[in-house]
């Protein structure tokens, strides 16, 4: 099982850029579709972008589309999430997760243990 570790997360203004980190191990991680997910307190988490174990594939979280962008770096099993454009209502504690086929299944197994995004008005 990929274990995973996220960094990058803190505060910035609204309209102000973050990218958070995703590093994961295990040599298997190339076979692992990522996602990455967040949750603001007293809500439920949410998707918020996925990326194919290959990068040929990318979905996204209709509220953050052409401000968020997922990546990966396969040789350094790296998982990445640029966000551009933060609003408030970022403002969570966002979770890297990884499972097989899980952009298409939605099933994730393997979960880090968060970093909190903070964006102030």
């Known amino acids: 099982q990929v274990q995973l570790v996220e960094s990058g997360g803190g505060l910035v203004q609204a309209g102000g850029s973050l990218r958070l980190s995703c590093a994961a191990s295990g040599r298997t991680f190339s076979r692992y579709d990522t996602g990455w997910f967040r949750q603001a307190p007293g809500k439920e988490r949410e998707f918020v972008a996925a990326?194919?174990?290959?990068?040929?594939?990318?979905k996204y979280y209709d509220s953050v589309k052409g401000r968020f962008t997922i990546s990966r770096d396969n040789a350094k099993n790296m998982a990445y999430l640029q966000m551009s454009t933060l609003k408030p209502e970022d403002t969570a504690v966002y979770y890297c997760?990884?499972?097989?086929?899980?952009?298409?299944?939605?099933?994730?197994?393997?979960w880090g243990q968060g970093t909190q995004v903070t964006v102030s008005s």
């Open positions: 997760a990884a499972g097989l086929a899980g952009i298409v299944s939605g099933r994730f197994d393997a």
């Open positions: 990326i194919s174990s290959n990068s040929g594939l990318t």
